[in-house]
């Protein structure tokens, strides 16, 4: 399969949206195993943020940025194995 800027887009899209579903869901947990913890990370003592909500939203945000990631490593990846097999081919 060739790589062409469709593909990719599609990928680390797709990939930074998943991180995003997959982190606020981890986020929404631990806000809910620990939300003194939250109070302090967030530095929000004073404030009336529920800190379950914001546990949620600062996971999905550190999800799109692993999301992202990862999606433009499996594009390195596809781009090397591209690069070596098109070394491997017998030049005429």
Known sequence: MKLDISHVIALIVASALGGMIL??????????ASPEFFLVLFGMMGSDVDPIN???????????????GLGVFAILVRLFQE????LSKPCL
């Open 23 to 32: 982190g606020g869901a981890f986020g929404y947990v631990a806000g809910q």
């Open 83 to 86: 690069w070596l097999a098109l």
């Open 54 to 68: 914001a546990a949620a939203v600062g996971g999905a945000a550190g999800g799109v940025f692993l999301g992202g």
